[in-house]
């Protein structure tokens, strides 16, 4: 036999019947993480959802010593249905109220042109 | 389309499954095939050539079925694999007769397919396991049960159409899967038991 022949000869790859177990074991449980997810699950996406019918309010107010940015998403469909989200704090309050401008078109921007509320919705009562 | 090569292949199968490897000479594959003696000789060099090339292809197709596996664990995919392993067995059936020939030390291909076989053991064993796993099996009555259900239905998948056979009844592809899945049937839960009536029943209603 010539060296040729001895190296064409190399015995193929092949795995214990030990490791083999073990892989199958493997991808057994895998089978079994990849089950089907309840639609439930996705209830937060739905939650939250109406915050894309939301105008957005910046509010810069002084806490503690230095000017902060919250931003109010208000729902345009009844404005009481809000969320106050803090954005940034800042010592200056000329830049507070650049930051609060900035990031007020930055998350107003919509393609039905920026949604607002106005007072009216609120339904006041004046008694 | 096949080429002359995959020709060869085909009839040698069938030759061989008919008269035994042994007894079959170049001559009668060669007018099988439809070609003369020479130009089988120049596609194989001799009938050792063809018989290797046989050999690689069956080893081939049977590493495709435990391949399957990786697909997926569910019962639907167990019944696609025991059809395979039907169609796999039923058509190579010369090679389970090649083991009764000699008791002596096993050659290089009987070696490989040891492998295969006991591959295919532990396959078996890891799809009862993951029954278990995901409750449509009992929990195991006593230790090394499931093992030697397991063995029991290697037994069967490999010997099932011999036996037929020796009978004297033509085996079929459903009692083939149906005597497997009898040997399961004892070990369902309820919901395993319900879900196997919803899936696997209906293949063998009509």
């Known amino acids: 036999m010539n060296l040729y022949s001895t190296i064409m000869k190399k015995a193929p790859f092949t795995i214990d019947n030990a490791t083999y177990a073990q892989l199958l074991k493997g991808l057994n449980e895998m089978f079994l993480s ?14 939250d959802l109406w915050l894309s019918d939301t105008a957005v309010i910046d509010d810069v107010h002084k806490s503690k010593g230095e000017w902060v940015v919250d931003l109010v998403f208000a729902s345009i469909h009844n404005p009481l ?36 509320v106005t007072i009216e919705q609120l339904n006041l ?3 | 389309m ?5 020709k060869i292949l085909n009839s040698s199968i069938q030759l061989f499954n008919q008269n035994g490897v042994d007894a079959v000479r170049l001559q ?3 007018e099988d095939t439809g070609i003369s003696v020479g130009n089988l000789a120049y596609h194989f060099k001799n009938k050792d050539a063809i018989v290797e090339s046989v050999y690689e292809y069956i080893f ?13 664990t569910a019962m639907t995919s167990f019944d ?17 007769a090649d083991f009764f020939k000699t008791n002596n030390t096993l050659n290089e291909h009987q070696q490989i397919w040891q492998g295969y076989v006991t591959k295919m053991l532990i396959q078996i064993k890891s799809r009862i396991d993951y029954l278990v796993l995901n409750q449509d099996f009992i929990p195991e009555p006593m230790s090394g ?5 397991a063995e029991n239905i290697w037994t069967n998948l490999i010997f099932y159409i011999q036996k037929c056979r020796m009978q004297g009844i033509t085996p079929t592809e459903m009692q083939y899967k149906l005597a497997i899945w009898n040997q399961l049937r004892p070990y369902f839960t309820e919901s395993g038991l319900a879900e196997f009536n919803q899936l696997i029943l209906p293949i063998f209603s009509y």
């Open chain 1, 34 to 47: 990849e089950k089907k997810g309840n639609s439930n699950d996705f209830r937060l996406y739905f939650d």
């Open chain 1, 81 to 116: 249905k809000f969320i106050r989200r803090f954005i940034v704090s800042h010592p200056c309050p000329k830049r507070a109220a650049q930051k609060a401008h900035f990031m007020r078109r930055l998350a107003a921007k919509d393609q039905r042109g920026t949604l607002e």
């Open chain 1, 125 to 127: 009562c004046q008694n």
């Open chain 2, 2 to 6: 096949y080429n002359t090569k995959q």
């Open chain 2, 28 to 30: 009668q594959i060669a």
């Open chain 2, 60 to 72: 081939e197709e049977f590493s495709a079925i435990l391949r399957e596996y990786a697909v997926s």
């Open chain 2, 80 to 96: 696609a694999q025991l059809s395979s392993y039907y169609d796999f067995f039923d058509k190579y059936q010369f090679y389970i």
């Open chain 2, 145 to 149: 049960l499931y093992q030697q259900v």
